[in-house]
C-alpha cells in the first residue's frame, strides 16, 4: 500500500529554541546559529495572527542533551497557541514516555520521536499504546537517504524508509521527513525523497527542509504528502506565512 494522499495539506511555521531564544541552525550545526528573536511567544503569536493551524517546535537543547531543556518557554508558546485554538506539536529529547508525558502536559497535541525511533523502536509502540497513534509523530533526518540521529550529529547506516516502514508496523501514522542536507540552507525542498517517502508508506508524512518559496509549496502539495514545515524562509523574509498558507489551500 502506497502512501494516502491527506485532503488538506498544512503549512507549519517553525519555532526552533536555544537558550529560550528562536534560532536557526544551518543544516542543524550548533557552531552556525542565527539568533531570530528572543521571545519565542511573540513569535509564536504572530504565526497565530497569520493563520497557522499548527506549529511546529523544536528543543534543539534538548535533541542535543537528550532531555527536554526549554520546557517553561515551551509553556508559554502553548499557552498563546492554544488561546487561539492553534495547535502545538513539539520535539527534540523526548526519548522516553515520560519526556512525551511532560511535553503533553506542557501543551502540546503531538510528541515528535526522533532518536528513540533508531535507539528503542519499541518505544513508538508504547507511546503510540498510551498517547495514541494521533499524539505521535516519527522524525526521520536523513543525509543522502540515510538516518542520523542525537540533534544530526550522529550518522546511522539505516535507509529513511526502512525506518519509515519498520515505523508503521508498531503504529507510527505520521512522520516528519527532514532532508538535512536542505534545511536551512534556503534552497529547495528534496522533492524525490519526499515523493518516494510519501509513496512508500500509508502514513501521513510532513516535508521539512529547504522550503524556501510559495511556489515549492504549491509543488509540495501536489505530491503525497500531508504538510510542510517552514522556518528559516519566513524569518528571512523570503515568504509570508500567509503567502504559503494560500498556496496550500490551492491544492
Known sequence: MSGARAVRFDILPSIDLRAGR?????????????????SAEGVAAAFVRDGARWIHVVDLDGA??????????VQRIAAVAGAAGVKLELGGGIRSLAAAAAALEAGAARVIFGTAAVERPQLIAEAVGTYGSEAVVVAIDARDGLVAT???????????????????????????????????????PN?????????????????SGGVTTVAQVTRLAQLPLEGAI??????????????????????
Not at 27 to 37: C, K, L, M
Not at 64 to 73: I, L, S, Y
Not at 230 to 251: C, D, H, N, P, V
Open 22 to 38: 528562536v534560532v536557526d541552525l544551518l543544516q542543524g550545526d550548533f557552531a552556525q546559529e542565527t539568533v531570530y528573536e528572543d
Open 64 to 73: 542535543r542533551e537528550g532531555t527536554p531543556a526549554n520546557h517553561e518557554t
Open 150 to 188: 542525537r540533534g544530526w550529529t550522529q550518522p546511522s547506516p539505516r535507509r529513511a524508509v526502512d525506518l519509515a516502514r519498520e515505523m508503521v508496523d508498531l503504529g507510527a501514522v505520521r512522520f516528519i521527513y527532514t532532508d538535512i542536507a536542505r534545511d536551512s540552507t534556503l534552497t529547495e
Open 191 to 207: 522533492f524525490a525523497e519526499l515523493e518516494a517517502m510519501g509513496r512508500a508508506v500509508p502514513a501521513g508524512v510532513i516535508a
Open 230 to 251: 517552514i522556518g528559516s524562509a519566513l524569518y528571512a523574509g523570503k515568504m509570508t506565512l500567509r503567502g504559503a498558507l494560500g498556496a496550500a489551500a490551492e491544492r
